[in-house]
T-cell receptor
């Protein structure tokens, strides 16, 4: 079975500071990994995904994540936080084969302080 | 515009009164699913469908029903709602295998059962 652990249900950063949201996964087979963002009163939208190939993945709004198999991690980073980045972020995992649903982490709420 | 449309956005109902939340997508996606989002628990899958007339249980199916008579529609039915089904519900669709394709989410339906 697959699972996702997001460390920290709430992260606060100052505007302009580095954003680091942590995600560790468990999967017995090669995983596909995703980060989704949820802005207030909206649905989720895809930030970035790792399927195969380059382990450093760039997404929208300046975010990126690196797949580290040895650490079973897929942490999300952004060099400089902006007020508009305040949202809830979800890491998700899916199997690389078969029709399998996404398994989501519990989410991390990012606050950006002016 | 590609989108997943849920209705209603907000619903307050009483215990035991049957209700349906509709979901429609205009992207000709095969795969559709329903999630509920609860504080501290993230998103949990209720049901999913890989194609017309093909549905299967997710992680938390008790108390819910779904149907997939047409490719574009995937309604969620609560035959006898109870207060523990008070939650934020999301419908999602993706082109094919959920493992390697982006999931598109609706705006959410906030359900309160009193």
């Amino acid at each position: 079975a697959q699972s996702v652990t997001q460390l920290g249900s709430h992260v606060s950063v100052s505007e302009g500071a580095l954003v680091l949201l942590r995600c560790n996964y468990s999967s017995s087979v090669p995983p596909y990994l995703f980060w989704y963002v949820q802005y207030p009163n909206q649905g989720l939208q895809l930030l970035l995904k790792y399927t195969t190939g380059a382990t450093l993945v760039k997404g929208i709004n300046g975010f990126e994540a690196e797949f580290k198999k040895s650490e079973t991690s897929f942490h999300l980073t952004k060099p400089s936080a902006h007020m508009s980045d305040a949202a809830e972020y979800f890491c998700a995992v899916s199997r690389a084969s078969g029709n399998t649903p996404l398994v989501f982490g519990k989410g991390t709420r990012l606050s950006v302080i002016a | 515009e590609a989108q997943v449309t849920q209705n209603p956005r907000y619903l307050i109902t009483v215990t035991g009164k049957k209700l349906t939340v509709t979901c429609s997508q205009n992207m000709n996606h095969e795969y559709m699913s329903w999630y509920r989002q609860d504080p501290g628990l993230g998103l949990r899958q209720i049901y999913y469908s890989m194609n017309v007339e093909v549905t299967d249980k997710g992680d938390v199916p008790e108390g819910y029903k779904v149907s997939r008579k047409e490719k574009r529609n995937f309604p969620l039915i609560l035959e006898s709602p109870s207060p523990n089904q008070t939650s934020l519900y999301f419908c999602a669709s993706s082109l094919g295998r959920a493992g390697n394709t982006e999931a598109f989410f609706g705006q959410g339906t906030r359900l309160t059962v009193v």
